[in-house]
């Protein structure tokens, strides 16, 4: 899934105009089920309004958050609100918590490849090849003749092993290949860094490796020097 939190301006430093959303599976966007896509406009939530709506929402973004993700049951409304009726082909039934826990015991997800960046630098649209590249503002989108880039010259590329993925005035590839993550170094530095094994470090005073484990393993706290994956 792809978010893209564009201003009105087009810049980082303009107003948050809209969110808007599209998904990817194998190399391949996948249509959004609803017409026109998934785009939440400043007008779209009236609620909103009185907390700053958008617009106060980019502020905070630009303050900085915290991503959290999680897996949970609907016992009250077993998720029809999401796939059931006009949302989509399950039953009223099919989410309920003590059905799921009984076909699939070992539900569980895997959230991998997060990346965050400019617009345009941690997923390119397919089919573009390379030749062009498209660029959103508030008010159009323009498509223009590119170059094809395959070293780190371009934001959209992907980096090397170990390769510069980051860091201030830096304008090269974000993106790091499989079993990648890019991690911050130092303000202008950052560097696609491998996923550690299990009973890797993966943290503590002075530790500059990556803090990122291989799946299922995760970074555990051991104390103040030492973080280990398990």
Known sequence: MVTRFITN???TGGSLDRITR???QNGKT???AVSGGDTIYASSCSTA???G??????QALGRGMVLALSIWND????MNWLDSGAQGPCSASEGNPSNILA???DTHVVFSNIRWGDIGSTFQLPGNGGSTTTTTTATKTTTTKATTTTNGGSSGATQTQWGQCGGDGYNGAKACPGGYNCEYVNQWYWQCMEYQSLYGRCGGEGWIGSHVCKWPATCQWKNQWYSQCL
């Open 30 to 32: 996948v249509p959004s």
């Open 53 to 58: 709506g958008l617009a106060s929402m980019g």
């Open 9 to 11: 301006d087009g810049t």
């Open 49 to 51: 309004a009185n907390y």
């Open 103 to 105: 076909n699939n015991p």
């Open 22 to 24: 599209y998904y990817v």
């Open 75 to 78: 016992a009250a409304g077993n």
